[in-house]
Structures are given as structure tokens and as C-alpha cells.
């Protein structure tokens, strides 16, 4: 979703029973996300954060339990994908 100049993001994670620690990075930095949607019985966990630009370099990590270890890895927007739903005149 994109409004008034900024970009938020929402990020699924399935199998979400088996990480914990997640962090999310937008252009090399540590941003705040919100819970969205944590659904314990399918194991899926949603959160959402903001960028300045809907091409943002983002990365995410957590810890995850069955690998014993931290996991990194980078998310590509796919701008191709993005509709209009409703204009906003500013």
C-alpha cells in the first residue's frame, strides 16, 4: 500500500512455529513492525512496517529452532504487481 508518499509492507511467514526473533531491515536498517496477524493453529505470522520508497532494499531475519541458527535473507518488491485502489488527491 502506498499513501502520501510512503510505502507499507506486509510480509507473510509460514511456518512460523519453528522462528522466532524476526527483524526486518529496510536499506541497512532495523525498522519497527506491527503484528498484523498471528494464526497458531496454520502457523503463519504476519507483519507489517513502512519505507520511503516502494523500492526499498529489505532483508529479513530471525532465528530459527530446527536450524539452530540465525537466517537472513533479502525480500524483492515486485512493483509489476501494485494496482490503484482508490487515488487520494493530496
Not at 503484528?35 to 529479513?60: C, Q, R, T, Y
Amino acid at each position: 500500500k502506498v499513501k502520501y508518499g510512503k510505502a507499507y509492507y506486509t510480509i507473510k511467514f509460514k511456518g512460523a512455529n519453528y522462528m522466532k526473533n524476526h527483524k526486518i531491515f529496510v536499506n541497512g536498517s532495523s525498522v519497527n513492525y506491527d503484528v498484523i496477524n498471528k494464526d497458531s493453529v496454520n502457523h503463519i505470522l504476519e507483519l507489517g512496517f513502512s519505507a520511503d520508497s516502494i523500492e526499498p532494499n529489505i532483508k529479513a531475519s530471525m532465528y530459527v529452532e530446527p536450524m539452530e541458527r540465525d537466517v537472513e535473507f533479502g525480500i524483492i518488491t515486485k512493483t509489476s504487481t501494485l494496482s490503484l485502489i482508490e487515488k487520494i488527491e493530496e
